[in-house]
C-alpha cells in the first residue's frame, strides 16, 4: 500500500469491468432485456403461449426472420443497408423453380444455379455501389423495384402464370427437402430445421466478427471507412463480400420456403428487407454502421417472432393485430435503448 | 412496415408512369379505330387469382378488337389515382373493381364527367349502384359467405377460423360478413399479411394453439390453403378445411380428399364479361343485368365434381 503512494500516479487506472457490466455493455444487452420483457409479458397474459409447441412456432418465425437478418446485421456493421434482401429471397425461389422446370429437370441443378443467381444479385450491388459512390440505400432501393418488377415479369414470360408449377414432384425434391425443410418431431412440438440453420448462422457469425481478420475489417469499414482504407482493409472486397453474404442467406431461406411451400408466388417477399432491417436495428445494430451483433439480430428476430404470435395467443381484437405488433416492438426497442444507455453510463 | 408500403407505392407509381408513357406512344402508332379499354384492379402483383382474370380480360379483348390497358396496385389511393391516370388517356372504357368505393368516388365521377363508360367487377357488390356504374360482374361476396355459413352448418362445424391475408378489403369482409350471418357455432378471424408463408404457417400454428376448439378453418384465398393444410398438421389438429376460390394446386388437395370444397366464383368469367359488356355498350349500347349484377358464382367444387374442373384448371383458366 505504501508503495502505490510513491509512484507517479496513472493518468487513468485500468480497472477490470465487473463480468455483469461487460455483458450489459454488448450490443445485444438491450434486445436480450426487450426479449425477456416480451417473454415474460406473454407468459403472463397468453397461457397458450407457455406451451413448448408454441415455444417452436414463434421460433419458426423468428428464424425466417432471423436467417436473412444475420447477414443483414454483418452488412449493417459494414455500414451499408440493403432493400433489395425481401424480393431477392423470392426472386431465388423463383430461379430454382424455373431453372428446374424449364432447363434441367433436376432440382439439385437449379437450386446451386439459384445460388449463383443469388450471390451475383449480392455482388451486382456491392459492385454498383463502389463504382458510383452512390449511398447504398439507393442503389438497393433501384434492385429492390428492378428484382420486384422482374419477379413478375419473368415469371408471367415463362410459366405463362404468376405462381410457379408445384415443384413437389421433381427429381432431387425429396433429398433437397430432407436438407432444407425437414421438420423434427419433439413430442408434439415440431421443430423445422430452419431454426437449427438460423442458429448455427449466428453462432458462425458471432465467430467471425469477434475472433477473425474478418470480423475486425467488417467493424472498421462500417465504422471508418477511409481509416480503414488507409491502414490496408480491402474495403471494397470487404463490402462486396457482405452484400454477396446477404445475397446467400436469401437464396438459403428461399430454399427453406421452396421447398415447404412446393410453389412461389410471384408476388411475395416484398417488405421483408424491412423486417430484417428491424430485426438487426433492435438487436443493437447502428443505423451508421460499425457497431452491432450477430446475436443481437437473432434476438431481434425472436422478439418480432413472439409479438406477432403472442397477439394471437393472447386472443387479442384481430382488428387491432398490426397496433398491438407495433406496440409491442416500440415498448421492447424503448427498454432495449434503456438497458443499452444505463450500461454505456457506467464505468 | 408503413415505409414497405411506401416504397411498394413508389414502385408502383413508377412502373405506372413507364407503362402509361409506353401505351400512350403506342396509341399514338395504332392507325384503325380500335377501342381502348382500361382494366383497373386492387390486385397485389404476381397474385394467381388476378391473373386468371386477366386471361380472360385478354381473350375477350382479343375477341373484340380492343386493346386493353391492365393496370393494377392493392392500396385505396392508388388505384384511384389509376382511374384518373386512364380518364387523362381518354380510354373508351373502364373496367375497375370498386375494392374501396370511398376512396375512388372521387375518382369515378371523374371519369362520369369525361363520358367514360364504367363497369365494375369482383370486388364492390354492395357499392357498384350508388357509384353509378354501368353494370357489375361477380358473385355477391354476401351470398357467397352466406353459402359457405349454410355448408360449414350443414357439415356439422361448431367452431370456425377464417383466414384473411388483406386487412380491411371489402369483398374479403363481405365474404367474413356472409358466413357470420348465417353459421350457427363459434366464428374467429385472424389476419394474415399477403403472401408471405412462414408467416401465414406460423400464425394460423398459434391461433389452432390458442383456441384448440376449432374444428374447421376457411381460407379467403385459395393459393393460402396448401400452406394452412401444414399449419393443421404440425399442430395436430383436427380442423377440416375450406376455401374460397381455386388454384391447380386446391384442385389437386381436393382429388386427394384434404380439402373439403373451394368455392369458385369464375375469376376467368369476371374479367371477360366486364371488358365484353363495355364492349357491348360502345358497339350497341347495351346494358346488360337488367339493373343487377351479373353473377359469376358462387358454385361449390368438391370431390364430386373437382374431376370436369380439373383440366381448365391445370391451364391456368380456372
Redesign the interface.
Known amino acids: 500500500m505504501t508503495e502505490k503512494a510513491d509512484t507517479v500516479p496513472l493518468r487513468q487506472q485500468y480497472q477490470p469491468q465487473s463480468y455483469w457490466k461487460q455483458i450489459l455493455k454488448r450490443p445485444e444487452a438491450g434486445a436480450l432485456g426487450g426479449a425477456i420483457l416480451v417473454f415474460v409479458f406473454f407468459w403472463l397474459m397468453a397461457p397458450p403461449f407457455r406451451q413448448f409447441s408454441a415455444f417452436t412456432t414463434v421460433l419458426y418465425q423468428a428464424s425466417t426472420i432471423g436467417i436473412p437478418a444475420v447477414a443483414v446485421a454483418l452488412l449493417m456493421i459494414g455500414g451499408e443497408f440493403d432493400l433489395s434482401a425481401g424480393v431477392a429471397v423470392t426472386a431465388s425461389s423463383l430461379a430454382a423453380s424455373m431453372f428446374t422446370t424449364q432447363l434441367f429437370g433436376n432440382l439439385w441443378v437449379g437450386a446451386f444455379c439459384a445460388l449463383i443467381f443469388a450471390l451475383a444479385i449480392g455482388a451486382l450491388n456491392g459492385w454498383l455501389l463502389i463504382r458510383t459512390k452512390l449511398h447504398s440505400f439507393l442503389v438497393t432501393l433501384g434492385t429492390f423495384l428492378m428484382l420486384q418488377g422482374l419477379n413478375i415479369a419473368i415469371t408471367k414470360l415463362v410459366t405463362g402464370n404468376v405462381a410457379t408449377r408445384d415443384i413437389s414432384g421433381m427429381p432431387g425434391f425429396d433429398s433437397l427437402q430432407t436438407i432444407f425443410a425437414s421438420n423434427i418431431m419433439v413430442g408434439h412440438a415440431q421443430i423445422s430445421i430452419a431454426i437449427v440453420y438460423w442458429l448455427l448462422f449466428v453462432a458462425l457469425a458471432t465467430w467471425v466478427l469477434l475472433r477473425t481478420k474478418v470480423g475486425n475489417w467488417i467493424f472498421a469499414v462500417g465504422g471508418q471507412g477511409e481509416s480503414a482504407r488507409a491502414v490496408g482493409v480491402p474495403v471494397k472486397q470487404v463490402k462486396i463480400g457482405l452484400f454477396m453474404l446477404v445475397g446467400f442467406s436469401c437464396w438459403f431461406l428461399s430454399m427453406h420456403l421452396l421447398f415447404s411451400y412446393n410453389t412461389v408466388q410471384s408476388g411475395a417477399g416484398i417488405g421483408n428487407e424491412l423486417l430484417y432491417i428491424a430485426a438487426s436495428v433492435v438487436g443493437g445494430c447502428l443505423m451508421t454502421g460499425g457497431y452491432g451483433s450477430a446475436v443481437g439480430s437473432a434476438l431481434g428476430a425472436f422478439i418480432f417472432g413472439m409479438t406477432t404470435e403472442g397477439v394471437i395467443y393472447a386472443d387479442w381484437d384481430p382488428d387491432w393485430f398490426q397496433f398491438f405488433v407495433g406496440a409491442m416492438l416500440l415498448l421492447a426497442t424503448v427498454v432495449n435503448t434503456w438497458i443499452r444507455a444505463r450500461a454505456m453510463k457506467g464505468k | 412496415?408503413f415505409?414497405?408500403?411506401k416504397?411498394?407505392a413508389?414502385?408502383l407509381t413508377?412502373?405506372t408512369i413507364a407503362c402509361s408513357a409506353a401505351l400512350l406512344s403506342s396509341a399514338a402508332h395504332a392507325q384503325d379505330k380500335q377501342l381502348t379499354i382500361a382494366m383497373i384492379t386492387h390486385a397485389?402483383?404476381?397474385?394467381?387469382f388476378?391473373?386468371i382474370i386477366r386471361k380472360g380480360a385478354n381473350m375477350a379483348a382479343k375477341k373484340d378488337n380492343i386493346k386493353l390497358i391492365y393496370l393494377s396496385d392493392p392500396t385505396a389511393d392508388k388505384e384511384a389515382q389509376l382511374i384518373d391516370n386512364v380518364v387523362q388517356q381518354h380510354v373508351d372504357g373502364i373496367a375497375l373493381t370498386l375494392a374501396f368505393p370511398d376512396a375512388m368516388a372521387k375518382a369515378v365521377k371523374a371519369a362520369h364527367a369525361a363520358n367514360i363508360p364504367i363497369v365494375g367487377f369482383n370486388a364492390g357488390g354492395d357499392d357498384w349502384k350508388k357509384a353509378d356504374l354501368l353494370g357489375y360482374v361477380g358473385q355477391d361476396e354476401n351470398i357467397a359467405g352466406a353459402a359457405v355459413g349454410e355448408k360449414l352448418n350443414g357439415e356439422g362445424a361448431k367452431s370456425v377460423l377464417c383466414v384473411d391475408q388483406q386487412?380491411g378489403a371489402v369483398q374479403l369482409e363481405e365474404r367474413c360478413n356472409g358466413i357470420k350471418k348465417t353459421f350457427k357455432g363459434k366464428y374467429?378471424?385472424?389476419?394474415t399479411?399477403?403472401?408471405?408463408?412462414?408467416?401465414v404457417?406460423?400464425?394460423v400454428?398459434?391461433?389452432l394453439?390458442?383456441?384448440t376448439g376449432i374444428d374447421y378453418v376457411v381460407t379467403l384465398g385459395a393459393?393460402f390453403a396448401?400452406?394452412v393444410l401444414?399449419a393443421i398438421g404440425?399442430?395436430?389438429s383436427k380442423a377440416k378445411l375450406g376455401t374460397f376460390d381455386l388454384?391447380?394446386?386446391a384442385v389437386?388437395l381436393i382429388q386427394g380428399g384434404k380439402l373439403q370444397w373451394a368455392i369458385d366464383q369464375q375469376p376467368f368469367v369476371e374479367g371477360y364479361m366486364a371488358v365484353d359488356l363495355l364492349w357491348l355498350n360502345k358497339v350497341n349500347g347495351d346494358v346488360v343485368g337488367g339493373g343487377g349484377p351479373v353473377l359469376t358464382g358462387p358454385a361449390f367444387v368438391n370431390k364430386s365434381n373437382v374431376d370436369e374442373v380439373a383440366k381448365f384448371a391445370k391451364a391456368?383458366t380456372r
Do not use: C, H
Request: net charge negative; charged share 20%.
Open positions: 412496415m415505409n414497405a408500403k416504397i411498394t413508389l414502385a413508377a412502373s397485389q402483383a404476381g397474385d394467381t388476378w391473373d386487412q374467429q378471424i385472424l389476419y399479411t399477403g403472401y408471405d408463408m412462414p408467416t404457417k406460423s400464425r400454428q398459434a391461433k394453439q390458442q383456441d393459393p396448401p400452406t401444414d404440425a399442430v395436430g388454384t391447380p394446386e389437386k391456368g
